[in-house]
């Protein structure tokens, strides 16, 4: 059973930090791609970040670049996102994403989400 926790969200600043964490469990970590997706109410999820299966290749929503890390621990099956220099705008739920390979058809999963407020 695939799953994914997220962990290390929060209320911070503007121009503050944090860490977010995802642990998986249940399908080749090692082997797969992992993303970080982030929603508002009343918006549709977007891609934040990405990162391939050895962490060799990483990519960033343009309004995130600079600030934002991704990386992998492929170890601890863990997934994280560095966050620096955040914004009001960076205020949404943050989900950690899989895309697998299951029964001949790819399907999705998702963490439970995590909230992200920034806010003086």
């Known amino acids: 059973q695939v799953q994914l926790v997220e962990s290390g969200g929060g209320l911070v600043q503007p121009g503050g930090s944090l860490r977010l964490s995802c642990a998986a469990s249940?399908?080749?970590?090692?082997?797969?791609?992992m993303n970080w997706h982030r929603q508002v109410p009343g918006k549709e999820r977007e891609l934040v970040a990405l990162?391939?299966?050895?962490?060799?290749?990483?990519n960033y929503q343009d309004s995130v670049k600079g600030r934002f890390t991704i990386s992998r621990d492929n170890h601890k099956n863990t997934v994280y996102l560095q966050m620096n220099s955040l914004k009001p705008e960076d205020t949404a739920v943050y989900y950690c994403?899989?895309?697998?390979?299951?029964?001949?058809?790819?399907?999705?999963?998702w963490g439970q989400g995590i909230q992200v407020t920034v806010s003086s």
């Open positions: 249940g399908f080749p970590f090692s082997s797969s791609a």
């Open positions: 994403h899989t895309r697998q390979l299951r029964f001949g058809s790819f399907r999705d999963y």
């Open positions: 990162i391939t299966e050895t962490g060799t290749f990483t």
